[in-house]
Every structure is written in C-alpha cells, then in structure tokens.
T-cell receptor
C-alpha cells in the first residue's frame, strides 16, 4: 500500500538549473496537488489538478510548471532554479468527493545554491 | 493576507493533561476544516475534521470544536501522550477543493 510516492527525497541544485520532482499515487485519486513548506510556515499551494489533462495554479505558481497526463502521476518542474525555491516540497492527493482529506507524500527537500 | 492563522507556534504540556491547539480563519466561505499532524521527515497525515454545520466532532482522544461566529476552531487532545508530540496544522477547505493551511503549532508532550 504505497499511497503517495515522491522522488527524490533530497536534491541540491545550482541556480539556473532545472529539474523535475516526481509524484505518483496508487489510490486512483483524481485530485493531486503540490505544496511547499518553508521554515516556520504552513504549506502553500503551488499547482493542483482535478484530473488527467487539467491543471491550475495555486497560491505560489511562479517558477514552476506541471502537467497531468495520467491519473497516477503529477510531476513538478522547476524551470530555472533560484535560491528562493529552497524548500520542502510535498505532493498530495485526494478523492474528489467533498470534502476529502489530503494524502501526502514524505516530501522532497530541495536546496538551491 | 493570511486566511488561516495559528497564533501559537509552540505548546508544551505534561503527559496525561489536555492539549488545546487553536486556529482562527477570516474567510466565511470556508465550509470544512481539517487538522493534520506532522512528524519530522514525514508528510502531514489527516487527523480529524469538522463541517461548518457542526460545532463539535470527536474521535477517540481528539475533539475539534468550531465557533463559526468567532471564526475559531480548536483541537483538544485528552489525555495527551508523548507520541502526540508533532506539528499540528489547521486547514480550511474551500473553493475547488483547495485547502489553505495555517503555519502550524509544535506540540511537545513531556513524560
């Protein structure tokens, strides 16, 4: 029973590099989302998707790109990494019946130097 | 403008006593509230929720109270146990299934 799986667990990037954070869920959830958590702060929504082929922006979308080609996968792309993107990133999923608790992955800790 | 606020960054209680974690919100359109618990190096996990049409929901040692007129909710843990030591996030559920989170309260339960 894997739930939500995020890879990698840790990543160090240099400013200007790009990378993709992977997220996969095996619960057949339609809703998936990406959050970032900065020290002492709550989780802020980056992008979300209510189903395959549908994505939308959250609270802090700048510098990030997403796509949703399958129900299971929701990768987050950093286009040109900046030190301000140093954070812990969480992927979450839920069923679309309202309201549904989010199921989170264990996070990716990203450092941009 | 932060729509969900947890004004106490930390709380320390003795094992066996009650822990009360508070959360305030500003958007009256929020219709469902959830509490999540987070251990270090793990993702948050769902703990308990409450609909805006209720004022109380109970699940074992955990009870959430909602005061709509004050736009305030609280999580009570009785009795508190050392394993309850974690960061607790309040979240408000609203438009398009998006959840808005507070900044979290770190609970420490001392043996």
């Amino acid at each position: 029973n894997a739930g939500v799986t995020q890879t990698p667990k840790f990543q160090v990037l240099k400013t200007g590099q790009s990378m993709t954070l992977q997220c996969a869920q095996d619960m057949n959830h339609e809703y998936m989302s990406w959050y970032r958590q900065d020290p002492g702060m709550g989780l802020r929504l980056i992008h979300y998707s209510v189903g395959a082929g549908i994505t939308d922006q959250g609270e802090v979308p700048n510098g990030y790109n997403v796509s949703r080609s399958t129900t299971e996968d929701f990768p987050l792309r950093l286009l040109s990494a900046a030190p301000s993107q140093t954070s812990v990133y969480f992927c979450a999923s839920s069923s679309t019946g309202l309201p549904s608790p989010l199921h989170f992955g264990n996070g990716t800790r990203l450092t941009v130097t | 403008d932060q729509q969900v606020k947890q004004n106490s960054p930390s709380l320390s209680v003795q094992e066996g006593r009650i822990s009360i974690l508070n959360c305030d919100y500003t958007n009256s359109m929020f219709d469902y509230f959830l509490w999540y618990k987070k251990y270090p190096a793990e993702g948050p996990t769902f703990l308990i929720s409450i609909s805006s049409i209720k004022d109380k929901n109970e699940d074992g040692r955990f009870t959430v109270f909602l005061n709509k007129s004050a736009k305030h909710l609280s999580l009570h843990i009785v009795p508190s146990q050392p394993g309850d030591s974690a960061v607790y996030f309040c979240a408000a559920y609203g438009n398009a299934g998006k959840s808005t989170f507070g900044d979290g309260t770190t609970l420490t339960v001392k043996p």
